[in-house]
């Protein structure tokens, strides 16, 4: 059992069962055919490398002239100098100084003065602002004439007369007239300063005049403020007192410095034209008795009023009247004018105006008493508005 040999799994190859090699004939295939011939590779192109090498030095000759382009300009330039801008400063607005000035207002004309002042009527339409709280001298103040009499009739007589009356005149040329200074001539006062003023009003003039202690800008910024009072101004009532009826159903506004408003049981809107002495803006009346001592009436009621010279016989022998329409704030209302016939005797007044405006079924009457204001009354009843 010992001299048993293993037997191995391979295969045992005699060797008569050795292969014989084989022998490839020169020039074919393992594969069998033709063996193909050897290529040899063929040499790079060398066109191509340069065309780029000449595409290369084209771009960096260009990048060159640029580079030598930009300096030759920079070498040229010459900076500014830095400018420093300033904003322009906000204009401060001028203040008015007549901002807390009265205004007061005639038939004729308007104006303003300081609230340190008042103004007195010393005769008709011949005005004087003085200084409040003292007694002033008859001559001392500011003086406006607007008589429209003797010299002052006629603005170019106006304006000779007063500059050959004086020695060392000089004048100014003022809007719509003159400031004249000088020294008074011969005669009384001879030698003193004086400082007027002429405007145009229709074909005469209003004079104005000043004191020496008055300063010359306080004299030309009241002349400044002047207005007159025709068919076509435009008169500010902002500083005019406002009247409000029974039951706050209307307004209406007057200028104070004009009128005094008089309080009367069982009355609505009483004026009076304003006194020197008085100095309140309203009066409590004892008694409401007539005696012409009101300038303007007037009041709202129930029902459309007609007026009297319409329905009384008498008030048609008495008086020659007109009558007109006429609209207020888009309200429907009546003008009439009444002037006492030239044979009439007895103590009727000679001249009035009313005005009768209607809403709501109900009447707004106001009468008026004179004439010579009645400017004055037209912007009065302009101001007139109902509630709605």
């Known amino acids: 059992?010992?001299?048993?040999?293993?037997?191995?799994?391979?295969?045992?190859?005699?060797?008569?069962?050795?292969?014989?090699?084989?022998?490839?004939?020169?020039?074919?295939?393992?594969?069998?055919?033709?063996?193909?011939?050897?290529?040899?590779?063929?040499?790079?192109?060398?066109?191509?490398?340069?065309?780029?090498?000449?595409?290369?030095?084209?771009?960096?000759?260009?990048?060159?002239?640029?580079?030598?382009?930009?300096?030759?300009?920079?070498?040229?330039?010459?900076?500014?100098?830095?400018?420093?801008?300033?904003?322009?400063?906000?204009?401060?607005?001028?203040?008015?100084p007549?901002?807390?000035?009265?205004?007061?207002?005639?038939?004729?004309?308007?104006?303003?003065?300081?609230?340190?002042?008042?103004?007195?009527?010393?005769?008709?339409n011949f005005y004087a602002i003085v200084p409040s709280g003292i007694t002033p001298a008859p001559t001392q103040g500011i003086f406006i004439d607007a008589r429209l009499e003797r010299d002052n009739a006629d603005y170019d007589k106006a304006v000779s007369s007063t500059t050959q009356s004086g020695t060392g005149v000089t004048t100014k040329a003022i809007k719509n007239g003159i400031i004249i200074s000088g020294k008074v001539g011969p005669g009384m006062g001879e030698g003193l300063s004086f400082t007027n003023a002429l405007l145009k009003y229709k074909k005469g003039a209003i004079g104005l005049s000043a004191d020496p202690t008055i300063p010359s800008s306080l004299f030309e910024?009241?002349?400044?403020?002047?207005?007159?009072?025709?068919?076509?101004?435009?008169?500010?009532?902002?500083?005019?007192?406002?009247?409000?009826?029974?039951?706050?159903?209307?307004?209406?506004?007057?200028?104070?410095?004009?009128?005094?408003?008089?309080?009367?049981?069982?009355?609505?809107?009483?004026?009076?034209?304003?006194?020197?002495?008085?100095?309140?803006?309203?009066?409590n009346m004892e008694t409401c008795a007539r005696d012409s001592k009101y300038t303007v009436e007037g009041g709202i009621f129930d029902g459309i009023q007609q007026h009297p010279i319409i329905t009384n016989e008498f008030q048609r022998e008495t008086y020659n009247y007109t009558e007109k329409n006429i609209t207020i704030n888009g309200l429907t209302a009546k003008e009439y004018i009444l002037t006492l016939k030239p044979n009439i005797q007895g103590p009727y007044p000679k001249w009035t105006m009313s005005v009768y405006a209607y809403k709501n079924n109900k009447s707004f009457v106001i009468n008026f008493g004179k004439e010579e204001n009645k400017e004055i009354y037209n912007q009065i009843v302009s101001t007139l508005k109902f509630t709605p």
């Open 98 to 124: 007549t901002a807390d000035w009265k205004t007061y207002t005639t038939s004729i004309i308007s104006f303003k003065y300081p609230p340190t002042y008042i103004v007195q009527e010393r005769v008709k």
């Open 1 to 96: 059992m010992d001299n048993i040999t293993p037997i191995s799994s391979e295969p045992i190859i005699t060797p008569a069962q050795q292969p014989e090699p084989i022998t490839i004939p020169a020039g074919q295939s393992p594969l069998g055919g033709a063996t193909p011939p050897v290529v040899p590779p063929e040499p790079p192109n060398r066109n191509w490398s340069k065309w780029l090498m000449l595409f290369v030095g084209l771009a960096l000759l260009l990048y060159g002239s640029m580079l030598g382009y930009d300096a030759y300009q920079k070498s040229l330039y010459t900076p500014l100098p830095e400018v420093a801008i300033t904003p322009e400063p906000t204009p401060t607005p001028t203040p008015d």
């Open 221 to 283: 910024e009241i002349i400044s403020n002047i207005k007159f009072m025709d068919s076509t101004s435009s008169l500010d009532t902002s500083t005019w007192k406002t009247y409000t009826g029974k039951n706050g159903e209307f307004t209406i506004k007057y200028p104070r410095e004009k009128f005094v408003q008089l309080i009367c049981a069982n009355e609505q809107l009483l004026l009076t034209e304003r006194s020197i002495n008085d100095t309140s803006d309203i009066i």
